[in-house]
DNA sequence: TGTTAGCACTCATTTTGAAGGAGTGCTAAC
DNA sequence: GTTAGCACTCCTTCAAAATGAGTGCTAACA
């Protein structure tokens, strides 16, 4: 499995994963001879091609075309036949920051510009905010039988909800609530907070035992609301249209419903923040993508950070075809950026 | 302008349009000879079809075709000719309520729901708060140099916000501002909360001016935020790709596009919410759309009340061809279904 | 006067076949 | 090991021909 390909070979494929890459048809060998500076004539480059297409590294469609890479070729590329190129970067940052406040306008705004970028469809993962620690948490009267339960957490992020009574509660009951729950909560981890904890404030705030738990409770849920679930946004899912070999109709249908359920998004990005190594850059090709719909696609993601333990992945979603080298400049820029964007609100 | 149609034009131009709702096809004389239980032969038919032609409400794509109804017939087809049909109302409630507790997740779920019914694409958006009045607003010390404001609406929304001081604020102030703020500011109306109410607290406030200001500034923000961008969910976008009138490429893309960007989805749903007179359901055929990409469509739309001056607006857009009725009947109890819901959420 | 049958005509769609062309694989020669 | 040459495959394009749905018109009929 371990073969070693010769410098030519090397080359003649990485020529050949180029020009499919600009013009998506299939790439005859005469084409190659010409492109290639190893001035060899088309026959020569022939039996390199049979040769790499016994390897498995290029694909025929059928008899009496050209190749095109299989997903073995391109990974080979990935990992070993694109790493020369300059980093032109990109601009992001002015664009990027006028005058935005909220995280996730910056975020919609993030994906769009990726995708009017590249050409390509992106998607971003709103941060989850796990390994947070608890800052400050409150419970305030609203109205007769409406209290209002705020939780903020050390990256600043709020919480809240409503809790509807069935009795009346005291501003005493109140204040002894808010300092029990600051005293034994402040400063944890937002997952260490857990029902049994909860249970044991429970007996602590004891006399009122009824409506005392129904607000324990709530305030739970307040803490873990969402946690499962993730907001991920998605922009430019018509750019894949452009590459023929996505858009006829069943293909183009299925991609264009992944992107818009956008659960199996929110599953990738899951498994890549759930990855322990998840610092660098994953690229998926085809099949070793874990989205049966983009078997015809790659997906490269990268994760940011914005300190303190909260973690968002970017992705890009294109034809396997795609600037694999653009595509990973642009993923790296606006990881830098988003972390300095980010790292600066937060003070 | 103002034809009086006879008994047998309105008949066949009723069976030109279901016809046509189905197959997507031109319809020719003889399908509606043999289709209508007028027996008159293919011949007849061409003649009415003739003048029909010439009234405008049916139209040919070319000399040898069938004729498709325009958009002036699909017109008169919903005003008038469409309304017999008994209402066969599916059972949403079940599905919609099975233990969703967030507003969201029952909107989103209504959006999948309408959409799997209808086999057109969906959107509803996140109800306005307009007209709400303000019910509680508080702002805590959460550490050293940050509040959280939150301020709780009569309808139960909750806005929160975090604010970043200068300098230290003792709690003596913040008391005095937290009395400040109920005092002047509960009860009224949100959008009745402007620049200028501000201000005069702040003078009232006076002493700690620069402090002060800053906070009620982003008291203010926290009030109006978002007030001017909606979110909308929406589902089924790719249930268009079902009808060949729509699939091709260019029209396809128009279309997936504006339902990934929203932008306009929102300006169609403020513009219904902006009317005086929604109560109803409102059609619009073709270029009747305010949405350009959606010239060959049709898009319904009907808006729901979650009672205290929240209104959103529920809206399938589909071919122009679509089944009017059974939308119109989907989105009549969706309608109903979300009040009930709502209404029993708010105690 | 309204309805109908018949027929010629139109025009989009489908089918067919031929031509063109890109590309391969193989062989033989260098 | 490299190259030129050539037969062969098979996709694509194009145009012509066949098909067929549907119309408009006319003439006959009730």
Same mark, same amino acid.
């Given at each position: 499995m371990e073969e070693v390909l010769s410098d030519r070979k090397k080359k003649i494929l990485k020529a050949i994963i180029k020009t499919y890459m600009e013009t998506g048809e299939p790439v005859g060998s005469r084409t190659i001879s010409k492109y290639t500076d190893l001035n060899v004539s088309s026959a020569t480059i022939r039996n390199e091609m049979s040769d790499l297409t016994d390897l498995g590294y290029i694909v025929q469609p059928h008899t009496s075309a050209g190749r095109i890479p299989s997903d073995k070729g391109y990974r080979l590329y990935v990992d070993e036949l694109m790493k020369e190129k300059e980093s032109e970067v990109a601009e992001l940052r002015e664009l990027v920051l006028e005058k935005t406040d909220k995280m996730e306008k910056v975020l919609k705004q993030a994906a769009k510009l990726l995708a009017s970028n590249t050409n390509y469809a992106t998607m971003i993962s709103v941060p989850q905010y796990s390994g947070s620690r608890l800052k400050f948490i409150q419970l305030s009267r609203v109205s007769g039988l409406q209290l209002v339960a705020v939780v903020v957490c050390e990256n600043n992020v709020v919480r809240n909800q409503i809790i509807n009574l069935d009795e009346e509660m005291d501003d005493e009951t109140i204040l002894k609530l808010n300092l029990l729950l600051n005293t034994n909560l402040n400063g944890l981890p937002i997952q260490d907070i857990n029902l049994g904890m909860i249970a044991r404030l429970k007996e602590q705030a004891g006399i009122h035992s009824g409506v005392v738990a129904t607000v324990l409770d709530a305030v739970a849920a307040t803490i873990h609301v969402d946690e499962e679930d993730m907001e991920i946004y998605t922009s430019g899912a018509t750019n894949l249209f452009k590459y023929p070999e996505l858009s006829d109709k069943s293909k183009a249908t299925e991609l264009i419903s992944t992107f818009e359920e956008k659960q199996q998004l929110a599953d990738l990005v899951k498994e890549r923040l759930a990855d #322990?190594?998840? #610092?660098g850059i994953q690229v998926y090709i085809g099949n070793e993508s874990p989205i049966k719909t983009m078997k015809d696609c790659s997906v490269v993601t990268a994760t940011y950070e914005l300190g303190e333990g909260m973690t968002g992945t970017i992705g890009i979603i294109g034809p396997k075809r795609m600037d694999y080298e653009n595509v990973v400049d642009n993923l790296k820029t606006l990881k830098v950026e988003l972390d300095k964007i980010f790292r600066k609100k937060l003070e």
């Open positions: #322990t190594d998840n #610092t």
